[in-house]
């Protein structure tokens, strides 16, 4: 029909038409500019990658940090360990007898004296065995009274010529048989007397005593594992520790009138520290563990220490002279080994260092720092290094080690590189 619109499926209207060729071309246009940008951007990473340098390096932003002055002073070499508290003396208190034990003459736990009774054991059949040997005794001394009378005897018939040769020899012979048996039977009776006082067991040492181990009533032996009683000497008590084998050359060095001291770390509320002097350095080196054991003896008048308990231990070796010291933080580890950040005119600057010593808290190091630098203590991970960084206030090294239970650590060359 002429003026009607065609209404067939897949037929477009002039205005249709327009619409899609608009899109096509706002389509074209923004893949072009993205194309533009992308070739841009390429363009940008060529040019920095040819000067060595970074889009991120030129553009990084301030990065905050906190400082800390580089201080030259002497420093304390000073090791911390563990230690395990022994007792001076331990004895464990064993029957030398057999028999039945009557009665302990002590609470477990007391404190005992050297030689106090402590048990007593059945001493009857003991009394009995001394009185046998007496006896014996005094039936040989009688016979050897009459030996030797009868010695005398034949001695002056033979001078006389009443009696043989023969039978002067036979009555020496029988005094000295004689002679000897009592001497025999005194040693019986030394040893039956012995025995008897076996029955009644005292005190080896002063000490405390442990746990009763075989009470009254039973039939104790004299074997080592049958122990009655353990005393443990706490007054003057000891303390045991190791010691890295690098720090002999330091410990041989010290003696006479400027000996080593071990210090028990305590708090006030348990009364503070003690020191006391080193006394024993072992002879080996545990091949393990790579330690040498140290000892030293503390009064413990108060009873404060006991043996089996661990303390932290701090050992003062020495000294290193002028020093360059800064916070432990402001060290940083990387492939080529320790370096700190230093603050130059505004700028993060990266210098390695050689660590000599570490307390738990501040270091000291050698290498190209000096007295008042400023080191970054607080921040490093946003510092690039060249770049410019916004400094806080100052941070005040302590001066003395905050983490008790931190030990001090060595750079490859020691305490001294």
């Known amino acids: 029909m002429a003026g009607s619109h065609d209404l067939r499926v897949g037929a477009q209207s002039p205005t249709t038409s327009r619409f899609g060729t608009r899109f096509a071309r706002a389509r074209t246009l923004k893949w072009?500019?993205?194309?533009?940008?992308?070739?841009?951007?390429?363009a940008v990473y060529r040019h920095f990658a040819d000067k060595g340098t970074s889009p991120a390096a030129t553009g990084f932003p301030v990065a905050p940090v906190r400082v800390a002055k580089v201080e030259r002073r002497n420093m304390a070499v000073v090791e911390r360990t563990?230690?395990?508290?022994?007792?001076?003396?331990t004895v464990q208190v064993i029957a030398r007898v057999e028999g039945m034990l009557e009665t302990a003459y002590f609470q477990e736990g007391q404190f005992v004296k050297k030689g106090q009774l402590l048990f007593q054991i059945d001493p009857r059949p003991f009394q009995a065995a001394l009185a046998q040997t007496r006896a014996t005794l005094e039936h040989d001394q009688a016979m050897l009274r009459n030996a030797e009378r009868d010695r005398l005897r034949y001695e002056g018939l033979f001078k006389q010529n009443s009696a043989?040769?023969?039978q002067v020899d036979t009555a020496v012979a029988n005094a000295d048989a004689l002679t000897a048996t009592v001497a025999l039977d005194k040693a019986a009776v030394n040893f039956a007397r012995l025995n008897l006082e076996y029955t009644q067991i005292r005190s080896p040492i002063?000490?405390?005593?442990?746990?009763?181990?075989?009470?009254?009533?039973?039939?104790?032996?004299?074997?080592?594992?049958?122990?009655?009683?353990?005393?443990?000497?706490?007054r003057p008590i000891k303390l045991a520790f190791d010691l890295p084998q690098s720090d002999y050359w330091r410990i041989r060095?010290?003696?006479?009138a400027d000996p080593l001291l071990a210090t028990v770390d305590?708090?006030?509320?348990q009364g503070g520290p003690l020191s006391a002097p080193i006394y024993?350095?072992?002879?080996?080196?545990?091949?393990?563990?790579?330690?040498?054991?140290?000892?030293?003896?503390?009064?413990?008048?108060?009873?404060?220490?006991?043996?089996g308990q661990t303390v932290n231990v701090t050992v003062k070796l020495s000294d290193i002279s002028n020093a360059l010291i800064l916070p432990r933080n402001a060290l940083n580890y990387g492939p080529n080994g320790p370096y700190v950040f230093v603050v130059v005119d505004g700028r993060a600057v990266m210098r390695p260092v050689a660590l000599r010593f570490d307390d738990g808290t501040n270091v000291a190091v050698a290498g190209a720092l000096k007295p008042d630098d400023s080191v970054i203590v607080e921040g490093q991970l946003s510092?690039?290094?060249?770049?410019?960084?916004?400094?806080?206030?100052?941070?005040?090294?302590?001066m003395s080690p905050a983490d008790e239970n931190l030990g001090p650590q060595y750079g490859p060359d020691g305490p001294g590189g």
């Open 32 to 42: 072009a500019v993205a194309a533009a940008g992308l070739l841009l951007a390429l």
């Open 82 to 89: 563990l230690g395990t508290v022994i007792p001076d003396a």
């Open 164 to 166: 043989s040769s023969q």
């Open 206 to 234: 002063d000490g405390k005593t442990g746990a009763l181990l075989v009470q009254p009533g039973n039939m104790i032996s004299g074997t080592p594992s049958a122990a009655l009683v353990t005393i443990n000497k706490l």
């Open 253 to 256: 060095g010290r003696g006479g």
């Open 266 to 269: 305590r708090s006030a509320a």
């Open 280 to 307: 024993f350095t072992s002879n080996t080196v545990d091949s393990q563990s790579g330690t040498i054991e140290l000892r030293a003896t503390f009064a413990n008048t108060d009873l404060s220490l006991l043996p």
């Open 383 to 398: 510092v690039v290094p060249g770049e410019r960084v916004k400094v806080f206030p100052l941070v005040h090294m302590q």
